[in-house]
């Protein structure tokens, strides 16, 4: 393919801090290689905002290569922009055209406020994770290798949910900044496996209420969450979030 | 705007700090317990529908089997009054939720994007499908539903001549001339299919959505179960579009 160079007008989400008011800017960036990544373009208009002296625009990223959930962005109106699957990072310039205007905002959430530029505070994901998106394990000599039995088709049930990276698209594409299909694929992975069953009533009330308590909004399975996902988890995992969540408020022995 | 959103959200928090109640206010105290009793409600209402379409459905049997399950009807008096209560109950409980979950989720929003695109695919209402025409459809059933139970119930709508269903003492008795006098106004029709199409949009979303914060999801039901939920709603909102037709078209 050859490579094909893009003039871009660039509007960008600026604010100094987490109280700042902010605003949108717009940059003319010119020259873009066609297969720049997304974050690679953004690298040169900081470098090109470095030289004019102005203060570059922060966003987060990381492994750029589709794992970390680091990078997160609000690309013309799509989480990760607008190619199904994809993280921030592995999106392409050469998905765009000559003269485009692109928007490019922060996620938007009251559980997740904006600390400078692009970058939110995502902590609120920990938080629901230490309430209870973990097992307990003993320590000492490694366990046999396959002394407890799994089907294989749990396996991969389990694994569609443990594919949750935890960059938030969901509840930025959520309508309602809910956080459920995060937390659902949490509760998921670790509710359909033997080793997650000691903690399996107290990790799904835990973890929804911690989810009530960061303020996220509530689910209108509007089906938004898994199309903005880049590791498709399915809402199939809500609806299994809210079994679990029948199961332990009704059956649960405590 | 921030102030009454949060005006509005207090029956959902009033709603978790309620003591006492022990372990069933406990399930409903987070966001995902009020989901589930918004589908519960909300599948209850759906049952009343059945029901309510089923008793009209009489109508095509002609004035008097209409006439005698009206009066069958209203005989069961305090069962009837109870079950009326019952059905109140339900209603405002399904609407105060979806008032307080809606305020809510607005907040949780903050600050609304300048852009926002979706990658689903296309639907045929516009906006993102029917998901996101529940809290609209839902105030047009409101304010259809009031304006029917005055209509029908109260009968004081001063736009519709009831006599002809009243007896000798003045007395309204004959139901089935009275649903014919209203459902025969050209604004009535216009108002009653308006309200029923507003319906048919809010379960064709309603339905599948209820089943599926029950948990009630599998791959090898969904298909079933997203074309059951749409030919439910359309199903019952084509049976009272029907009744409205033909009381227009009814002659004698």
């Given at each position: 393919m050859s490579t094909h160079l893009l003039n871009l007008n660039l509007r960008v989400w600026r604010q100094?801090?987490?109280?700042?008011?902010?605003?949108?800017?717009?940059?003319?960036?010119?020259?873009?290689?066609?297969?720049?990544?997304?974050?690679?373009?953004?690298?040169?208009?900081?470098?090109?905002?470095?030289?004019?002296?102005?203060?570059?625009?922060?966003?987060?990223?990381?492994?750029?290569?589709?794992?970390?959930?680091?990078?997160?962005?609000?690309?013309?109106?799509?989480?990760?922009?607008p190619d199904n699957a994809t993280t921030t990072c592995q999106l392409h310039m050469r998905r765009f055209k000559d003269g485009d205007t692109v928007t490019i905002e922060?996620?938007?959430?009251?559980?997740?406020?904006?600390?400078?530029?692009?970058?939110?505070?995502?902590?609120?994901?920990?938080?629901?994770?230490?309430?209870?998106?973990?097992?307990?394990?003993?320590t000492g000599n490694a366990p046999d290798g396959n002394a407890i039995l799994v089907p294989g088709v749990r396996q991969e049930v389990a694994m569609d949910g443990a594919a949750c990276i935890g960059c938030g698209a969901c509840v930025a594409a959520c309508k309602n900044a809910s956080a459920m299909l995060f937390v659902s694929a949490k509760v998921s992975q670790l509710a359909i496996l033997p080793q997650g069953h000691p903690e399996r009533n107290a990790r799904v009330i835990n973890m929804v209420a911690q989810m009530d308590k960061e303020g996220f909004g509530s689910c209108t399975n509007t089906s938004e969450c898994e199309a903005a996902c880049p590791a498709e988890v399915s809402v199939a995992h809500i609806a299994r979030l809210n079994r679990e969540y029948l199961r332990a408020s009704i059956f649960a022995e405590t | 705007?921030?102030?009454?959103?949060?005006?509005?959200?207090?029956?959902?928090?009033?709603?978790?700090?309620?003591?006492?109640?022990?372990?069933?206010?406990?399930?409903?105290?987070?966001?995902?317990?009020?989901?589930?009793?918004?589908?519960?409600?909300?599948?209850?209402?759906?049952?009343?529908?059945?029901?309510?379409?089923?008793?009209?459905?009489?109508?095509?049997?002609?004035?008097?089997?209409?006439?005698?399950?009206?009066?069958?009807?209203?005989?069961?008096?305090?069962?009837?009054?109870?079950?009326?209560?019952?059905?109140?109950?339900?209603?405002a409980l399904h609407i105060g939720l979806a008032i307080s979950t809606t305020a809510l989720s607005k907040v949780a929003r903050r600050k609304d994007y300048a852009i926002k695109e979706t990658k689903q695919g296309i639907f045929i209402l516009p906006n993102g499908g029917a998901s996101n025409w529940m809290m609209l459809t839902g105030v047009l059933i409101l304010a259809f539903l009031v304006t029917h139970i005055l209509d029908m119930?109260?009968?004081a709508n001063p736009g519709v001549d009831y006599s002809?269903?009243?007896?000798?003492?003045k007395v309204i008795d004959n139901e089935f001339h009275a649903v014919?006098?209203?459902?025969?106004?050209?604004?009535?029709?216009?108002?009653?299919?308006?309200?029923?199409?507003?319906?048919?949009?809010?379960?064709?979303?309603?339905?599948?959505?209820?089943?599926?914060?029950?948990?009630?999801?599998?791959?090898?039901?969904?298909?079933?179960?997203?074309?059951?939920?749409i030919l439910f709603a359309w199903g019952v909102?084509?049976?009272?579009?029907?009744?409205?037709?033909?009381?227009?078209?009814?002659?004698?």
């Open positions: 100094a801090g987490p109280n700042d008011q902010g605003g949108f800017k717009t940059y003319r960036l010119n020259g873009v290689s066609t297969h720049m990544s997304f974050l690679e373009m953004l690298d040169v208009l900081n470098e090109q905002l470095i030289a004019q002296k102005e203060e570059p625009v922060a966003f987060d990223h990381d492994c750029r290569e589709g794992i970390c959930g680091m990078c997160s962005l609000m690309i013309n109106g799509q989480a990760h922009g922060p996620w938007r959430a009251a559980a997740f406020p904006v600390l400078r530029d692009l970058v939110v505070d995502r902590s609120a994901f920990d938080r629901i994770i230490s309430a209870g998106g973990f097992v307990s394990v003993n | 705007m921030n102030a009454l959103l949060r005006i509005l959200s207090l029956p959902a928090q009033l709603l978790t700090k309620v003591p006492g109640l022990g372990p069933f206010m406990k399930v409903l105290s987070t966001t995902v317990g009020q989901k589930i009793l918004m589908a519960i409600t909300g599948l209850s209402l759906c049952g009343f529908l059945v029901a309510h379409l089923g008793g009209n459905l009489k109508l095509y049997a002609g004035e008097q089997a209409f006439n005698d399950y009206a009066h069958a009807l209203h005989s069961l008096g305090p069962i009837l009054a109870a079950a009326e209560v019952g059905l109140f109950a339900t209603f119930k109260l009968k002809v269903a009243t007896n000798a003492e014919k006098a209203v459902l025969s106004t050209p604004l009535n029709a216009v108002i009653y299919i308006t309200g029923i199409v507003a319906l048919g949009i809010h379960l064709s979303h309603g339905v599948r959505s209820a089943l599926q914060t029950l948990g009630i999801n599998h791959k090898r039901w969904n298909l079933l179960l997203k074309i059951g939920g909102a084509a049976g009272f579009i029907g009744l409205v037709v033909w009381a227009m078209a009814y002659k004698g």
